[in-house]
Each structure stands twice: as structure tokens, then as C-alpha cells.
């Protein structure tokens, strides 16, 4: 079956811009979370949806935000970029249930800032 | 706050040898560990998951332990080779699907 999909692979912005990142999950997985990688944080979680509902969000401010389809693809946008939000945009799906084993990653965005 | 730690950022081995990757975490009571690879410009993939009742897991030439009493998980990989270099992750579970991650460690397998 198909993997996760995410689009688009490599932008690049300016300081300012806002950005919409998009992901399309493993059919029948209706947990999707998003993750942010840099070099010196590692993989930093940022929010996971359910059911068209945010149920987790991590430390991030509120530029960073998303939301799901009922069709479990989701989104995420982030508003007035900086700099320091130049990262590898990853997402992940998964059955969404507690405990209910590995999370399936797309090949991520990769954001560049200038 | 829960922290997880990679005991090395850079772990070089000869092929054919045994490497050991470490995961401590503290703040924690995870019901479960994973381990994850990850090559360059890639996503994580998913290879291992031990549960807090399990001790020992295994498959094919990776081995996982669980110690709940030292919060520790050691990652094995067997009769290591080249293409088994890439970054390793481990991960907890906090409730509601909200994973945490370690830095990862870079092994490099020398041929």
C-alpha cells in the first residue's frame, strides 16, 4: 500500500512568509502527527490529529498550526517565518490508538529560511 | 519534564562486529520503547518496539533490551555491515500519541 505522502519536498522562503505544508496519510491510519528535526534539537513533536481533532500539541508557538480532512490528510501552516524555523518538516502516520505500535513517517519538507 | 538520551552522537565500528546503541530516559514511566532508523534527507523507519513486560526482543540481526528499573534500552545490531549505517533513534510514547524522541546516534560501519 501506499506510504506517506508529503508535499512539497524542498521550498525555500523568506523571513515574514507564511507556509502550508501538506501531508497524506497511509489509508485507514486517522492519527497524523507532525514533527520538526534540526540539527541540534532532533525530532521535536509539534501536534498530532485524530479524527479531524487536535489532541496533542507540543512547545511550539502559536505560529505553528494545523488541522485534518476528513479524509485524515492534514495540514500544517506556519505564519511570519524566521529564521530559526528552517527545518525538515516530518509527518507521520499511524491507527492512533494508545499503544497501538510504530508511527510511518513521510519523507518530509525540508524549509529553508532566508 | 521527560528527557531521553543517546548516550553517543557517533558510534564507528568495524563490519562484522556487534554495535551497541544506548537509550536513558528520565521523568518517564513509558508502557513501551521503539527504535527507529533514519538515512540522510529520510524519514524514520520503524524497526523494533519492547514492551515494559518484555526484556529481551529481537529480529534478524537486531537484538532490544528493556530495563524498566535502570530506564534504560540497549539497541544490538549483529554482524554489523557498511549498509547498516544510518542514524538510530529510540522513542516514548507519552499518552495520546505524543512521541518523544532522543538525538539519534550516527553509526558508521567501517568495511
Known amino acids: 500500500k501506499a506510504g506517506v505522502t508529503q508535499t512539497p519536498r524542498y521550498l525555500i522562503k523568506t523571513r515574514g512568509q507564511q507556509v502550508t505544508l501538506s501531508c497524506s496519510p497511509i489509508?485507514?491510519?486517522?492519527?497524523v502527527s507532525w514533527y520538526q528535526q534540526t540539527p541540534g534539537q532532533g525530532l521535536q513533536f509539534l501536534f498530532e490529529?485524530?479524527?479531524?481533532?487536535?489532541?496533542n500539541k507540543g512547545n511550539f508557538p502559536g505560529r505553528f498550526s494545523g488541522r485534518q480532512f476528513s479524509n485524515s490528510r492534514s495540514e500544517m501552516n506556519v505564519s511570519t517565518l524566521e529564521l530559526g524555523d528552517s527545518a525538515l518538516y516530518l509527518c507521520?502516520?499511524?491507527?492512533?490508538?494508545?499503544?497501538?505500535?510504530?508511527?510511518?513517517f513521510g519523507e518530509g519538507s525540508r524549509l529553508t529560511v532566508l | 519534564s521527560q528527557k531521553i538520551e543517546q548516550n553517543s552522537e557517533a558510534l564507528n565500528i568495524q563490519e562484522g562486529k556487534t554495535a551497541t546503541l544506548t537509550c536513558n530516559y528520565t521523568?518517564?514511566?513509558?508502557?513501551?520503547l521503539q527504535w527507529y532508523r533514519q538515512d540522510p534527507g529520510r524519514g524514520p523507519v520503524f524497526l523494533l518496539l519492547?514492551?515494559?513486560?518484555?526484556k529481551e526482543k529481537r529480529k534478524e540481526r537486531l537484538k532490544v533490551t528493556f530495563d524498566t528499573t535502570l530506564k534504560q534500552s540497549l539497541f544490538h545490531i549483529t554482524a554489523s555491515q557498511p549498509a547498516d549505517s544510518a542514524t538510530y533513534l529510540c522513542?516514548?510514547?507519552?499518552?495520546?500519541?505524543?512521541?518523544?524522541f532522543g538525538t539519534g546516534t550516527s553509526l558508521t560501519v567501517i568495511p
Open positions: 507521520a502516520s499511524g491507527l492512533g490508538g494508545f499503544d497501538t505500535g510504530e508511527l510511518f
Open positions: 489509508s485507514g491510519h486517522r492519527s
Open positions: 490529529y485524530f479524527s479531524e481533532t487536535q489532541r
Open positions: 521523568n518517564y514511566s513509558p508502557a513501551y
Open positions: 519492547i514492551r515494559e513486560n518484555e
Open positions: 522513542a516514548l510514547e507519552n499518552t495520546g500519541n505524543q512521541f518523544y
